[in-house]
Each structure stands twice: as structure tokens, then as C-alpha cells.
């Protein structure tokens, strides 16, 4: 995670919260709608890439729709805190099924881990995977029961 930071204006931030928004967004309209012609926002799409800010388009998925109708917060706790063990936690970590987020933490608890599966059962498979081959001292899963606010743009001040 890099700390450099981009200096941007009112322009890219209109940017920035209309892809947010909406990342479906043709240049034509996403232009129309921050008030610049079509080559000048491909110019600063194009700077904004190339500067790491945006990092790639994804859709939303709804999947419940799918059968995967069970999200988990997983909290973690352990004993070890080297570099190389949290690298080959990561890496344990992200070979597991329904994993879509993985955070080191502060506080109480070392990780938080967001996993989303096809009921207990599903829940059940990842919990086995998790632990095994790793030393954790606590492993406890909240079970999320009402989507509140998800995935909601950042606003750009």
C-alpha cells in the first residue's frame, strides 16, 4: 500500500464520484456529466490510471441471487506478528473459497476477514480451511443478518 498521495482538483474528484457511482459510465457521458469534451477526460482518466488512483472497473453482483446467502466477519486473533508469518497468512488466506476481504487490524483482534458462502455448511468448509496449518489463538465468526450500506462511494472532498 503506498502512502504517495495525488493532487487532484474539482474536475477529478467529479470524476472519481461518478465512477463510483456508476463505472459503466461511457466516456462520452461521464464527460457531458463533469463538463469536459471527450479527449480531456480520457487525458485525465489516462493520469489517473497511470497514477494508481483508479485500479480497474468491477460490476455488482448480487450474490444472494446465486445461493451465496451467508456473509461472515471473521475476527482473528494470533500469537505471531512477523512480517513473514502475515505474508504467509495472506497467501493461505487468499487461496480459500469465498474469501472477498482480508485486513490487518488494530485494536483487540489482529485480522478481520469477510468471507461470503452458501449457508453454515459453506461457513463451515472455510473455517476448516482457515485453520488449518496456522496458529490462531481466537477464531469467531459474525454472522451478518441485513446488508445495511455497502460498497458506498467515498465522497472526494
Given at each position: 500500500?503506498t502512502?504517495?498521495?495525488?493532487e487532484?482538483d474539482?474536475i477529478?474528484r ?20 463533469v463538463?469536459?469534451?471527450?479527449n480531456?477526460?480520457?487525458r ?10 483508479l485500479r480497474g ?5 448480487d ?56 449457508g ?6 472455510f473455517?476448516?480451511q482457515?485453520?488449518?496449518?496456522f ?10 443478518m441485513?446488508e445495511?450500506?455497502a460498497?458506498?462511494?467515498?465522497t472526494?472532498?
Amino acid at each position: 500500500m503506498t502512502t504517495e498521495t495525488l493532487e487532484i482538483d474539482t474536475i477529478d474528484r467529479k470524476i472519481l464520484m461518478a465512477l463510483q457511482a456508476d463505472a459503466s459510465l461511457s466516456q462520452r457521458s461521464l464527460a457531458e456529466a463533469v463538463g469536459l469534451s471527450q479527449n480531456a477526460c480520457w487525458r485525465r482518466l489516462q493520469r489517473l490510471e497511470i497514477a494508481g488512483v483508479l485500479r480497474g472497473q468491477r460490476a455488482v453482483v448480487d450474490l444472494a441471487r446465486l445461493g451465496l446467502d451467508l456473509v461472515v466477519i471473521v475476527m482473528i486473533k494470533t500469537s505471531h506478528h512477523s512480517k513473514d508469518w502475515a505474508i504467509a497468512f495472506k497467501d493461505h488466506v487468499e487461496r480459500i473459497p469465498g474469501v472477498v476481504d482480508l485486513y490487518r487490524i488494530g485494536g483487540e483482534w489482529d485480522y478481520l476477514i469477510k468471507v461470503v458462502t452458501q449457508g453454515i455448511s459453506g461457513y463451515d468448509r472455510f473455517y476448516q480451511q482457515l485453520v488449518d496449518g496456522f496458529d490462531l489463538s481466537v477464531v469467531t465468526g459474525h454472522f451478518v443478518m441485513e446488508e445495511m450500506i455497502a460498497s458506498r462511494p467515498v465522497t472526494l472532498v
